[in-house]
């Protein structure tokens, strides 16, 4: 088997690195730890990654990238905005799901990125999470959502949406698509304006 990394070399090696990150911690992987599990001498990894944190950053900005590409979309699309939440939320759970390691590894490893590049990264999650700010604004605006805390509330739905990835089973009863629909149906039902009716009216 030739040490040097291919593109799939590389895809492979990104999976068993969010693997063990995962498992271990970031901080508790090595280089040498990452070439026992591809066997391949630790040399070989050289070739394609300067080091450890590459693999960090690779995984921590293609996720980020991928949440800012989807929200950006949702508020671009003139819906209301219970069809942008849910959408939101669909999209959000594609992502998480679609591999728990890596997202796990976004979820919590990030702290671990150097300057300037935890910086660049705190300002990728900060616009996503005003993303969904907009969306809850909007509901506002058009009378179809409480008035509430936008920034609490948007934190909820992202800490809610975000604990998928600790017990998301893909051989579990319920598809991606179902959760997210009874996760919208879940937050959507704590978010939306109740009709009073006064009890004093008389027809």
């Not at 699309?77 to 992502?95: D, G, S």
């Amino acid at each position: 088997m030739s040490e040097l990394l291919t593109t799939n070399r590389k895809e492979q090696l990104l999976e068993v690195a969010a693997k063990l990150f995962k498992q271990r911690g970031y901080a508790a992987t090595s280089m040498r730890d990452l070439a026992a599990e591809l066997g391949i001498e630790a040399a070989s990894l050289y070739h394609h990654i300067k080091s450890k944190e590459e693999i960090l950053e690779t995984i921590c900005f293609d996720l980020a990238s991928k949440f800012s590409n989807v929200i950006a979309e949702v508020n671009d699309i003139y819906f209301n905005a219970e069809e942008k939440l849910r959408t939101a939320i669909k999209n959000h759970v594609q992502i998480i799901t679609q591999n728990t390691n890596q997202s796990a590894v976004f979820l919590h490893e990030w702290r671990n990125l150097s300057e300037p590049k935890l910086s660049e990264f705190m300002k990728l999650r900060d616009a996503y999470e005003k993303g969904i700010r907009v969306i809850l604004k909007d509901g506002m605006n058009e009378d179809v959502f409480d008035d509430v805390d936008d920034k609490f509330a948007s934190l909820t739905i992202l800490s809610t949406v975000n604990w998928i990835n600790e017990w998301y089973n893909p051989n579990g009863k319920m598809s991606t698509e179902e959760i997210a629909q009874k996760l919208s149906d879940f937050i959507l039902g704590g978010l939306r304006k109740k009709m009073v009716t006064d009890i004093n009216y008389k027809p």
